[in-house]
């Protein structure tokens, strides 16, 4: 039996939560709220210590790590449609892209979408609801980026996650432009794995996700929205999660309008 | 035909190098000069646009991040000696060590290793000529770390390192003295990618690798120090580079316990 645990369809729980859609595999999926701080509660801090979705139970083998936990379900459903090229080099070309999302693209959006929101999610704690909430959190370099994220983060550093973010669209728009996908003709995890990361950034990012800048870029983000694996996924999520969801974009949309002004 | 472009035998090359050797190859091995900036010459960025190292070029094709290589020779040669578990937990297993040291351990060891040796390497050359060596770098984040190291690492960052380091020796002794390797009974990936930062860590970083602190890693790295393949790829590479290397280590040392006073 297979079990993912996730904070919905965004992010890094996207990656492996649309990758069980898309090989049409069955699994339980349990959603953790992050506004309750669910994944750094003792029940969960059991299933995986470091107190992070996504998580897949795979008959009691736990995996962790969302870019591992996609190349597990190849590993271990190869004959579910395959979302890893048959080819060694096409292989290569597409871990590169998912290690890209990985070690740059995810971390200059998350730290951006932590400036415009989880200070809003701490906001109703006062300093000693705050620290204890932070003090239940596994790994130390996250403490930090909650304390960073409540205080604010320093302008110099969010300068430079808006030049990274900027070369990060770029770069996309520039493969897209000449690839029906990011490894050639074949839908992959390295789509999956940036899709996570780069769907909604035409509202947060207006200034840079846009109809003249980036057309590739908006197609591809449209072209995989629309296939059935996705849209089911984004059907089945709790309706509680759907409301929030959009209620973040709406913010995110509002303050992205508002850094552009 | 097989060609690896690499700075010889010591983190990120050391990767594919020592998997090379592992694996019974046969390929051409290219040493490029770190000392004389030769990886950002027009040469060498027709080959890798990036201007890093390590590359395999294997009949044409270019394969481009350490890891990823290793993968692709995984997949590519999967009859010669495996370097990667056959089932897939034990593959999954393997790729959240390989990711750990992408992500955490080998940026820390990496900004001290900079700090400590970097500064050296530029010492010689003036404002004018540093600045025109750096334009030649083709990655922004390469060019701010390289102007970073001349000028000096803030202080808060170089402790942030240093806690890090502690704590990734700190998790790989706890693997280790449970476990003869990092993914169980099997040499893997896990350990070759994890070597090439941790291998000479004993003359760097004493006070936190010591045989009375990490007698378990300790006995890892000269584990893997005494496998053929490995003396065979240190036995392999040029004198200047293995005396260039030797100075580096003498100076590490030095550095190491000078830091340690």
Same mark, same amino acid.
């Given at each position: 039996?297979?079990?993912?645990?996730?904070?919905?369809?965004?992010?890094?729980?996207?990656?492996?939560?649309?990758?069980?859609?898309?090989?049409?595999?069955?699994? @339980?999926?349990?959603?953790?709220?992050?506004?309750?701080?669910?994944?750094?509660?003792?029940?969960?801090?059991?299933?995986?210590?470091?107190?992070?979705?996504?998580?897949?139970?795979?008959?009691?083998?736990?995996?962790?790590?969302? *870019?591992?936990?996609?190349?597990?379900?190849?590993?271990?459903?190869?004959?579910?449609?395959? !979302?890893?090229?048959?080819?060694?080099?096409?292989?290569?070309?597409?871990?590169?892209?998912?290690?890209?999302?990985?070690?740059?693209?995810?971390?200059?959006?998350?730290? =951006?979408?932590?400036?415009?929101?989880?200070?809003?999610?701490?906001?109703?704690?006062?300093?000693?609801?705050?620290?204890?909430?932070?003090?239940?959190?596994?790994?130390?370099?996250?403490?930090?980026?909650?304390?960073?994220?409540?205080?604010?983060?320093?302008?110099?550093?969010?300068?430079?996650?808006?030049? @990274?973010?900027?070369?990060?669209?770029?770069? !996309?728009?520039?493969? !897209?432009?000449?690839?029906?996908?990011?490894?050639?003709?074949?839908? *992959?995890?390295?789509?999956?794995?940036?899709?996570? =990361?780069?769907?909604?950034?035409?509202?947060?990012?207006?200034?840079?996700?846009?109809?003249?800048?980036?057309?590739?870029?908006?197609?591809?983000?449209?072209? =995989?929205?629309?296939?059935?694996?996705?849209?089911?996924?984004?059907?089945?999520?709790?309706?509680?999660?759907?409301?929030?969801? %959009?209620?973040?974009?709406?913010?995110? %949309?509002?303050?992205?309008?508002?850094?552009?002004?």
């Amino acid at each position: 039996m297979l079990t993912l645990y996730s904070f919905g369809p965004g992010a890094n729980s996207l990656k492996p939560l649309l990758a069980l859609y898309e090989k049409g595999l069955e699994f @339980k999926s349990v959603f953790l709220n992050p506004a309750k701080f669910e994944h750094h509660s003792d029940w969960f801090k059991k299933i995986n210590p470091n107190g992070q979705v996504p998580v897949l139970d795979h008959d009691g083998k736990i995996v962790t790590e969302s *870019t591992v936990i996609c190349e597990y379900l190849e590993d271990e459903f190869p004959t579910s449609p395959a !979302l890893r090229p048959a080819d060694s080099y096409g292989r290569a070309q597409m871990r590169v892209w998912t290690k890209w999302v990985d070690e740059y693209f995810c971390w200059c959006v998350s730290t =951006i979408g932590w400036h415009r929101m989880v200070g809003n999610m701490v906001r109703h704690l006062n300093d000693e609801e705050f620290e204890k909430m932070v003090e239940r959190i596994p790994l130390k370099e996250q403490q930090v980026k909650w304390r960073r994220a409540r205080a604010g983060f320093p302008k110099e550093m969010l300068e430079e996650e808006m030049r @990274k973010i900027a070369y990060s669209v770029k770069r !996309l728009e520039a493969r !897209l432009a000449v690839s029906l996908w990011l490894v050639g003709e074949q839908y *992959t995890l390295a789509d999956i794995c940036n899709f996570a =990361i780069a769907n909604g950034m035409e509202f947060g990012f207006p200034e840079l996700v846009n109809a003249k800048d980036t057309p590739a870029l908006l197609a591809w983000i449209r072209r =995989i929205n629309e296939r059935p694996a996705c849209r089911l996924m984004f059907e089945r999520q709790p309706s509680e999660w759907k409301e929030r969801r %959009q209620a973040q974009q709406a913010q995110t %949309q509002a303050q992205g309008q508002a850094a552009n002004r």
